[in-house]
């Protein structure tokens, strides 16, 4: 029998289906730009594709692992506000919001991308004030 597809709305807050957004990137690595890259990696926040977010995470930077099931933090939302392509570096500022052991949060970052043989990475990322 074959699987049941189950559509659901990205986490991403595209507001495409999760199979016509992130999904393909979650199953390839190979988000086209780094403003994708960042939504696919929300999404894998939300979802908990811990192995798809190190993955991305360039070399340098890379944590050994995360323990998102351990992680009380559930996301709530995400709002991109400027995506800032480069040739093989890109900025992306975005909004995230949260909520932390039942207090509401907000995650302001511009984070740093980079691409190397093709693929984009996160870097790391600065708070604004
Ligand atoms: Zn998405």
Not at 84 to 109: C, M, S, W
């Amino acid at each position: 029998m074959p699987k049941p597809v189950i559509k659901i709305t990205c986490p991403c807050c595209s507001g495409l289906l999760y199979q016509d957004c992130c999904e393909p990137y979650h199953l390839s690595l190979g988000a086209p730009n780094a403003e994708k890259l960042m939504r696919s990696r929300y999404s894998a926040y939300v979802l908990g594709l811990e192995e798809y977010l190190l993955d991305t995470w360039h070399p340098n930077t890379r944590p050994k692992y995360l323990k998102l099931s351990n992680d009380p933090t559930q996301w709530l939302s995400l709002e991109v506000r400027s995506f800032e392509p480069n040739d093989d570096q890109a900025t992306v500022e975005f909004i995230a919001k949260y909520r932390d052991r039942g207090q509401a949060e907000k995650l302001h970052e511009i984070s740093q991308f980079r691409r190397i043989a093709g693929r984009w990475y996160y870097v790391d990322g600065i708070y604004p004030k």
